[in-house]
Antibody, heavy 118, light 110 residues
């Protein structure tokens, strides 16, 4: 069964950093383009960033609000996706979902809540 | 890149058909056939129901269909059922190499 399980969320002060992890199973992770999508409680969806498979170059793209602050990376040997979040702002508070896909998202993790507050 | 525009809410009676619109620009929906739709029930994660404008993933009911005309994409649900009551989000892949979502539409089955 295909599955994505996020971890690493929590409470952090503005300006702080946090690293999220996403453990993938049930599919060939190394061939997959992966993305992070966040959802503010009670509000809509916002794409955060994407990483291509190594065979597609392994490059990354980011949404404008997080570019320069967030970094998406992967460890194919561990079937794990990461999101390094730096210089966090209160508006980054959201549930962060790991997703399978580059421009559409066929598999979602349950998400991990990140709260940025002083 | 601005978010796509969706109506805040739509409603319909069981058995009817409803359509949810998703309006973008010539740089996103109008340029690429990369429109997808997601269904989200309360407390659940989003579920992909349409990709590449009109393709249905395996296991998704044939009552769901997608289309596009110019800068506007549409999701049609036919034979409306109580279980279809949920939030629906559209998404597109603009020329900026990013992904944008609509604000979401709440479907109420009367």
């Amino acid at each position: 069964e295909e599955q994505l399980v996020e971890s690493g969320g929590g409470l952090v002060k503005p300006g702080g950093s946090l690293r999220l992890s996403c453990a993938a199973s049930g599919f060939t992770f190394s061939d997959a383009w992966m993305s992070w999508v966040r959802q503010t409680p009670g509000k809509g969806l916002e794409w955060v960033g994407r990483i291509r498979s190594k065979t597609a170059g392994g490059t990354t793209d980011y949404a404008a609000p997080v570019k320069g602050r967030f970094i998406v990376s992967r460890d194919d040997s561990k079937n794990t996706l990461y999101l390094q979040m730096n210089s966090l702002r209160t508006e980054d508070t959201a549930v962060y979902h790991c997703t399978l896909g580059g421009h559409y998202f066929g598999l979602w993790g349950q998400g991990t809540l990140v709260t940025v507050s002083s | 890149q601005s978010a796509l525009t969706q109506p805040a809410s739509v409603s319909g009676s069981p058995g009817q058909s409803i359509t949810v619109s998703c309006t973008g620009t010539s740089s996103d929906i109008g340029e690429y056939n990369f429109v997808s739709w997601y269904q989200q029930h309360p407390g659940k994660v989003p579920k992909l129901i349409i990709y590449d404008v009109s393709e249905r993933p395996s296991g998704v009911s044939g009552r769901f269909s997608g289309s596009k005309s110019g800068n506007t994409a549409s999701l049609t649900i036919s034979g409306l059922q109580a279980e279809d009551e949920a939030d629906y989000y559209c998404s597109s892949y603009p020329s900026s190499n990013t992904v944008i979502f609509g604000g979401g539409t709440k479907l109420t089955v009367l």
